[in-house]
């Protein structure tokens, strides 16, 4: 299993992330161009088998294997006003989670996917981000560390969602701190915040970056910082993911902020992510600009729990379906000339 044992060990590895299998990716785009079609008739289709390949080591991948990891996390911050939902609603989420009676249980199971809820610490809430840095060093460490844990060998396909009243808060304040800005560039409505409560949001992020941009000297300090433990684990999960070459299908706003401060400082983090789709919350479309990822669907959702991510695996099931299950141009006779 990995596991960072110190900020500077998950730096180190965040400044030698393994690439992909360069024999595999050609040999899926050589099969990509001999099945019986016209070439790039399938369009993003091709480009996630031939992604999957290259992220698997495998000329002809395969999604056996998929997990959801869903991780919750309370905030200070939602002291402030900043959520239409009061702190206690995270709780109450996870036990809907772990019942079965939440979207992402009916998605995951339409995709064929495991689920696996992780609470972190929820009657703990990290500390008021405009006061102090909203872990210290271990409790940050320690949230990283149970991202990394839920990659397991033997998984195809690793997904990423979470639950956390106040979460977008921290998310915006992350991709102001990482890309730059103002709080209105980055800050939507979330949970559904207006008038007084949404002016609060906005404050609460100027005062956060303000507080923290200068010490926001890398990822780690960036992600203890702003962060939330629920962010810290899904920053984890997709360095752990990355160092075991399993491919990232990203959720949402929350979960792409996660990646925020890794990006900053580590542009190439993003080379194994797929961004299941582009979310309502308005600051998710420049941050997928910003990480350079283009969503597979846009659906107008704005839920997490890793739901978006879960109805673009199926695209990526039907990605692997046509590249391993299509003849080729001999196999079926058919010419090419």
Do not use: Y
Not at 141 to 153: H, I, K, P, S, Y
């Amino acid at each position: 299993m990995i596991r960072f044992i110190s900020p500077a060990a998950f730096e180190a590895a965040l400044s030698a992330l393994p690439a992909p299998d360069a024999d595999s990716r050609a040999a899926a785009a050589e099969r990509q161009n001999d099945l019986t079609k016209p070439v790039g008739s399938l369009g993003r289709l091709e480009d996630i088998a031939v992604f999957m390949a290259g992220w698997q080591g495998r000329a002809r991948p395969v999604l056996d294997r998929g997990r959801v990891a869903v991780f919750a996390g309370n905030h200070g911050v939602a002291a402030r006003g900043v959520s239409a939902f009061p702190a206690d609603v995270t709780v109450q989420m996870v036990a809907n989670f772990q019942r079965g009676g939440a979207a992402i249980n009916s998605l995951a199971s339409a995709a064929e996917l495991e689920l696996v809820v992780v609470p972190l610490d929820l009657d703990r809430p990290t500390a008021d981000f405009t006061q102090a840095a909203a872990m210290e060093e271990a409790e940050c460490l320690a949230a990283l560390n149970v991202g990394a844990a839920v990659v397991e060998d033997g998984l195809d396909l690793l997904l990423l969602g979470e639950m956390g009243i106040a979460n977008s808060t921290a998310a915006a304040a992350l991709a102001c701190a990482s890309f730059g800005g103002t709080a209105r560039d980055w800050v939507g409505p979330g949970t559904g915040v207006q008038g007084d409560a949404f002016a609060t949001k906005l404050a609460t992020v100027d005062a956060g970056v303000s507080l923290h941009g200068d010490a926001a000297t890398s990822a780690f300090e960036t992600l203890r910082r702003l962060g939330g433990r629920e962010i810290a684990a899904m920053a984890g999960a997709v360095v752990a993911a990355r160092l075991a070459g399993i491919p990232v299908l990203l959720d949402g706003f929350i979960c792409g902020s996660a990646l925020a401060p890794l990006a900053a400082f580590h542009p190439t983090i993003v080379d194994h992510c797929l961004a299941g789709h582009c979310s309502a919350e308005p600051g998710h479309a420049r941050l997928l600009v910003r990480l350079g990822l283009e969503p597979l669907l846009s659906l107008a959702m704005r839920l997490g729990e890793g739901s978006g991510a879960a109805v673009a695996a199926n695209i990526v099931r039907a990605a692997l379906a046509a590249h391993n299950g299509m003849a080729t141009f001999a196999e079926a006779g058919v010419s090419t000339a």
